[in-house]
């Protein structure tokens, strides 16, 4: 589940990151998040449901 919003977040930071758009802001927000959130995980060492 994290990996696939960690993807889509990627996905939509790269759209926004080409476009330019004013979301592109919003997106690096929410990737710095799903990075943060991936990186706790490893480190936590938690196995995937």
């Known amino acids: ?6 993807i889509v977040l990627l ?5 926004g990151f080409v476009s330019g758009q004013v ?4 997106l690096h927000i929410l990737l710095v998040i799903a990075v943060a959130m991936l990186l ?3 480190i936590q060492g938690r ?3």
């Open 11 to 15: 996905v939509l930071w790269v759209l």
């Open 1 to 6: 589940m994290l990996w696939t919003i960690f």
């Open 47 to 49: 196995k995937p449901i």
């Open 23 to 26: 979301l592109g802001g919003f």
């Open 40 to 42: 706790i995980r490893v």
